[in-house]
T-cell receptor, first 109, second 115 residues
Framework: RKEVEQDPGPFNVPEGATVAFNCTYS??????FFWYRQDCRKEPKLLMS???SGNEDGRFTAQLNRASQYISLLIRDSKLSDSATYLC??????????FGKGTMLLVSP | EPEVTQTPSHQVTQMGQEVILRCVPI?????FYWYRQILGQKVEFLVS????????KSEIFDDQFSVERPDGSNFTLKIRSTKLEDSAMYFC?????????????FGSGTRLTVV
């Protein structure tokens, strides 16, 4: 069975903090990896793709370890607006995605 | 920014009734998808559609479900005889390529409540 596992949280952090989320996936054949963000009762929105070499987009850094089947997301200088659920997503078929259940982040003033 | 449009935003239906959920994908996208999310659960794949036919479907997508692209713009999901457990948020998505390199663009969803 193809699974994506995440710590559900919630992670409670103050503004300005650095927070890291981790994710493991079971399908060793997966080739595409993403972090999505989902606000309460809203649609998932693509935050960033994750590449083998690691990649950064502003305050967000994603890492992939294929050998360990492990993906991470680091958020620096947390903002109140970063409060959301962060979904680890992996491709599981030619064009299908398998979602983790998500990690909730709460950033407080 | 182009977006995927879904209607209605909320639908309430009685158990056993048929519902049709509608989606207008981004105009130059070729691959279309339906996903669902039961309250408090993870987003789950239902079906993908390309070149006017289903390309992949999950175990959830049984004979009660069907998809159609009736014209050049709409993409619909039909549930023939709804059950209580069909209550969920249904998300339509589209992408330019089937290899999900760039991820999908999701619509804002239809909340289906079966009573």
């Amino acid at each position: 069975r193809k699974e994506v596992e995440q710590d559900p949280g919630p992670f409670n952090v103050p503004e300005g903090a650095t927070v890291a989320f981790n994710c493991t996936y079971s399908n060793s054949a997966s080739q595409s990896f993403f972090w999505y963000r989902q606000d309460c009762r809203k649609e998932p929105k693509l935050l960033m793709s994750v590449y083998s070499s690691g990649n950064e987009d502003g305050r967000f850094t994603a890492q992939l370890n294929r050998a360990s089947q492990y993906i991470s997301l680091l958020i620096r200088d947390s903002k109140l607006s970063d409060s959301a659920t962060y979904l680890c997503v992996v491709n599981s078929g030619y064009s299908t995605l398998t979602f983790g259940k998500g990690t909730m982040l709460l950033v407080s003033p | 920014e182009p977006e995927v449009t879904q209607t209605p935003s909320h639908q309430v239906t009685q158990m056993g009734q048929e519902v049709i959920l509608r989606c207008v994908p981004i105009s130059n996208h070729l691959y279309f998808y339906w996903y669902r999310q039961i309250l408090g659960q993870k987003v789950e794949f239902l079906v993908s559609f390309y070149n006017n036919e289903i390309s992949e479907k999950s175990e959830i997508f049984d004979d009660q479900f069907s998809v159609e692209r009736p014209d050049g713009s709409n993409f619909t999901l039909k549930i023939r005889s709804t059950k209580l457990e069909d209550s969920a948020m249904y998300f339509c998505a589209s992408s330019t390529t089937g290899i999900s390199v760039g991820g999908y663009t999701f619509g804002s969803g239809t909340r289906l409540t079966v009573v």
